[in-house]
């Protein structure tokens, strides 16, 4: 079966400072791959996602990156924290199947809190 | 572009209750359409999808969604509701890209 990992659970952060999350996933191959984060009553908001490794799509302009360095592993990054990225990061992935057929799975998130 | 409006930001049912959820979707072809659920600081777990055929789905837990094509919406349904139940349900949709577009969510409260 598939799992996904994400850590850290939890992360406080001084504005200016560096980011890095990541995410891994077990147990298949060559998945798609997204990183969102969740504000409160905003519902999630889709920051990256690849398909490939080295492949990197940006959803919003933003002060975070995304890599991903290995077909199963997913990195969240940004070189100076602001207030505004406080919130909670969940990766996800999906099957790399054409035609939509994609629900996605979660991991179980990163609450970031930038002070 | 696909949207999902979840109208109801909060909803509060008493246990044993049955609970509808509402989710209406824009999209200009057949949709592919999801509902998951979130405990408090958890991740999203899937309860059940529609992609094509009979418009009533079964999910888990004892959840099942109603696709009407004609009113554009995809309602979640439980017969009776449990305190375990109390959550954030958020509905999604694709068009047949990599990408989901998620509704805003429905926080349940659910009182003994």
């Known amino acids: 079966s598939q799992t996904i990992h994400q850590w850290p659970a939890t992360l406080v952060q001084p504005v200016g400072s560096p980011l890095s999350l990541e995410c891994t996933v077990e147990?298949?191959?060559?998945?798609?791959l997204y990183w969102y984060r969740q504000a409160a009553g905003r519902g999630l908001q889709l920051l990256f996602y690849s398909v490939g490794i080295g492949q990197i799509s940006s959803e919003v302009p933003q002060n975070l990156s995304a890599s991903r360095p290995q077909d199963r592993q997913f990195i969240l990054s940004s070189k100076k924290l602001l207030l505004s990225d406080s919130g909670f990061y969940l990766c996800a992935w999906s099957r790399g199947l054409a035609g939509g057929r994609n629900e996605q799975f979660f991991g179980p998130g990163t609450r970031l809190t930038v002070l | 572009a696909q949207s999902v409006t979840q109208p109801d930001i909060h909803i509060t049912v008493s246990e044993g209750a049955s609970l509808e959820l509402r989710c209406n979707y824009s999209y200009g072809a057949t949709p592919y359409l999801f509902w998951y659920v979130q405990s408090p600081g958890q991740g999203l777990q899937l309860l059940l999808k529609y992609f094509s055929g009979d418009t009533l789905v079964q999910g888990i837990k004892g959840f099942e969604a109603e696709f009407k094509r004609s009113q554009s919406s995809f309602n979640l349904r439980k017969p009776s509701v449990h305190w375990s139940d109390a959550a954030e349900y958020f509905c999604s949709v694709t068009g047949g890209g990599n990408k989901l577009t998620f509704g805003t969510g429905t926080q349940l409260k659910v009182e003994l």
């Open positions: 147990g298949t191959s060559n998945p798609n």
